[in-house]
Every structure is written in C-alpha cells, then in structure tokens.
C-alpha cells in the first residue's frame, strides 16, 4: 500500500474515533439535561445507555460512510474545485447519510416503516439537535482536512501540538527539484497551460514523495523543496531513491503529458544535508520554517546540476551517510566554489546504473 493510501486510512481512523467520542460526548450532555429542574424528567423508556448506544451506532455509521466519502472521494475528486464546491457536496451528502441513518434505526429499533420512522424522527426536537450538532461536526472535519492538505498532516499535528513555538535544531536532509527550461516552457504554452503543467507535475511526484517518506516543504515557483528527518532520507537511500521514483512515475505519464502539452517535463536535483533550525514564524500568516546554510547550499547544488547538465547531484558529504548497491553509480565533481559561498564543496553526480 503506498504511503499515500496509509495516510488517508489514518485519516479516517483518526474521523472514525473522534466521531465516536462526540457521540458519547453528545448523550453524556443529553442525560445531565435531562436531570437539570427544568427538565420535565426522564421518560419511562429512556436509559443513558440505549441513547449512548444509539449514539454510537450513529457516529459509528456516519464516520464510516461521511468519513470515507470526504478522505478517498470529496478531497481527492475535488481538491482542484472551488472551496464552496466541496462544502455543497458535503452538505448533500450529510443530509443523506443522515437519512440513511434515520431510516436503519428505525427500522433496527423500532420496527417502524422507513416513512413512519423518518417522521417520528423529525417530532424530536432533541434529534433535530443532534442533526445541527453533527452539521457543525462534518463541516469542520472537512474545514481540518483542507487545512491538512495546505499544511501536510504533519504540519497540522505540529501547529496544534505547538511542536515549533519555540526554534529546535533539527539533523535534516533536503532536496531542491526543479523543472528544466521553466521559462521556455511558459513562453510557448502560455501562462494557463503552464499552470495546469506544473499542476500535474507536482501532482505526480506527490506519491514518490510519500513513499519515501519525504515531506514537501516548500513550493516556490517550479520549483519543489522536499526535506526528511535525517534517518528517514538515509534509510535504504530513500533521499536518492525518491528522485528515480519521481523519473520513473513521470515516465510513465508521457503520453498524458505528450497528449495536454506537447512535452514531457524534464527536471534536475540538488541535495545537501545538516543542521537547520526549525520554528514558527509570522504574525498574521504563521508558518513553519527551516533557515540554516543547508538550505543555501542545497540551492546552490541544484544551480549547478543546471550549470553542468546533470540529473542529480549531491553534496559528496551527504552521499558518505548512505550505503549504495549496484543499482547506482557516482561520478567524482570534485571541489567546487558554490556561488555566494566562501569554502568550497565536494560535490557527486547519482546515476542508475
């Protein structure tokens, strides 16, 4: 299964236990109303655990069929639409499964006929309730999933932990790909087509990224910075590996490319490894940052990969930390004086062999 998938099942795991969490929420709060003076009392069928127990069977049911129609079909079938699309999408299908599940419990429970158990149900100002509660869950499980896909699952989980509130060194590898002759590109498919490109380029390296345990840090024109934690990226080579994959994937997608824009897209690497120091920055927008030389000199690789032609190439220092087999060969750049730097950097071209 590729990472891809896993982190979508986390995702709906992660729906399924909060939904079930604020269904016991949910009649925990129902049964202390009902005992407060004003309440009229506790009817004769009524017991905290037949309404726990249908409560957990409606979140169980809503998280499995709202869960997975937002995480494997509104979030991948309409992440290029318009926000307001998917909200309406989400709207139609809540008020569906709501349905869906007024109808089985009915039927489960009280042995109505689904038209009698839709309408007994309506009658219950308490359901009604629970049906504006549960709007209000679904549409913030979507507004969360959005912002996880701006931000990358990680990044939400380090924004809500506070993880970077306070800068931390951290031992990272990164890699700067990007597109060969972007502005030749842009010229001859003009400013829409080329966005559309870059789209879909940035699209098919997504799961070579995620399976090699990468993260997209940065998006910067064409161009894509991926980092990993240091023992992640050195790992079976997977820093090295991850650029293959993504040649490889983009491959075969020629003929889609071919067919849209008349071209294969062609791109160069640069990496470099080391200490950075990672934080939050900004006041109005906040985001995690890395800042350091590493960066600096991974860009100044990629120049160089651009300078002398290569697919890959690598600070001499980083391909001591890993461990290549004879999937791969290197040829020796030698010292080179990156521009903007002072001492200058052994550097080492990958090629498969």
């Not at 007024?102 to 219950?124: C, E, N, W």
């Not at 930390?321 to 071209?349: A, M, W």
Request: overall charge positive.
């Amino acid at each position: 299964m590729s990472r891809s998938k896993r982190i979508r099942f986390s995702q709906l795991f992660t729906i399924l236990t909060a939904w079930l969490l604020i269904g016991v929420v949910i009649s925990i709060y129902d049964h202390l109303v009902l005992l407060t003076h004003s309440s009229q009392g506790l009817s004769a069928d009524y017991t905290f655990f037949a309404s726990l127990k249908q409560n957990l069977i409606s979140a169980l049911i809503g998280g499995v069929l709202g869960g997975s129609l937002l995480v494997f079909y509104v979030n991948v079938r309409f992440q290029n639409r318009p926000y307001g699309h998917t909200i309406m999408i989400v709207i139609l299908s809540f008020a569906l499964i709501i349905l869906i599940i007024i109808l089985v419990k009915g039927v489960m429970f009280s042995h109505h006929s689904p038209t009698r158990s839709l309408a007994y149900f309506l009658q219950d100002t308490t359901r009604v309730k629970n049906i504006l509660v549960w709007f209000i869950v679904v549409a913030l499980t979507q507004f969360l999933l959005q912002v996880s896909s701006k931000v990358g699952q990680k990044g939400l989980g380090h924004i809500l932990r506070g993880k970077y509130h306070t800068p931390q060194e951290e031992n990272r590898i990164f890699m700067f790909l990007d597109l060969n002759a972007s502005t030749t590109l842009a010229e001859k498919l003009g400013d829409e087509l080329y966005h559309q490109l870059l789209r879909d380029f940035f699209a098919d390296i997504t799961d070579p990224i995620l399976n090699a345990k990468g993260e997209i840090y940065q998006y910067v024109g064409d161009e894509v910075v991926v980092a990993w934690d240091h023992e992640a990226g050195v790992a079976n080579n997977r820093c090295v590996r991850c650029y293959f994959d993504i040649l490889q994937n983009i491959q075969s997608n020629k003929e889609k490319y071919i067919r849209r824009y008349g071209v294969v897209p062609e791109f160069r690497a640069g990496m470099h490894s080391g200490k950075v120091v990672a934080g939050e920055v900004g006041v109005l927008k906040r985001e995690i940052t890395y800042s350091g030389d590493v960066l600096n000199t991974a860009s100044r690789i990629l120049s160089k990969a651009k300078e002398i032609g290569a697919g890959i190439v690598s600070s001499s220092a980083l391909l001591g930390e890993l461990n290549f087999d004879q999937h791969y060969t290197v040829r020796s750049i030698g010292p080179i004086k990156l521009k903007g730097k002072e001492r200058e950097v052994c550097l080492t071209e990958i090629l498969l062999s």
